[in-house]
């Protein structure tokens, strides 16, 4: 029978082909670049977010402060009649004094209507356990102005009256 012809030509025609550096295909030279960039885009994201968590110590906890300046920064001062004041600070992106004092419980209501005369008794930011809480914002001018840096935002002012004649009120004073 016939013979088979080759269509493979025999000679070769034209400038031969070389190949640039080892003989890797091309798509082996696209799967390396790609690697590389993948390496340098995501890599660089991850090292960085690593080198944080361990430069980082975390959102600053508690401390405590002086509750004059606390008290101050709220925009009020602390009545003569209060005892057990405890005032602590934590700061990350926002900073939040929490003062906490007791006070006779019959001065109480008039205490907070007299420092902060624009604030009205409110329900939605009370604790379960509050008598009546007082949340007051800086931008509606409820808040005596602050002269030193950084004026607070708002601030919230809860008052529960414990058994007796004694009232615990806690002040919040936070930026945002």
Known sequence: M??????????????????RGPGWSRRTWIRITVSAVGTVVLGVPVAF???????????????????????????????????????????????????????????????????????????????????FCVHLESDEGQIAAYDGPGAPAGVDVSVRYEGGDTALVTVTAFTT
């Open 2 to 19: 016939g013979e088979k012809k080759s269509t493979r030509p025999t000679h070769t025609s034209g400038p031969s082909r070389r190949r």
């Open 49 to 131: 977010v690593v080198w944080f968590m361990f430069v980082w110590d975390g959102p600053g906890g508690s401390e405590p402060t002086d509750c004059a300046q606390a008290m101050d920064w709220a925009g009020a001062t602390l009545p003569k009649t209060s005892r057990d004041a405890r005032c602590t600070e934590a700061s990350w992106m926002d900073v939040y004094d929490h003062i906490a004092f007791r006070m006779p419980a019959n001065e109480a209501a008039g205490w907070v209507a007299g420092t902060w005369p624009a604030g009205e008794a409110e329900t939605r930011f009370r604790d379960p356990g509050d008598d």
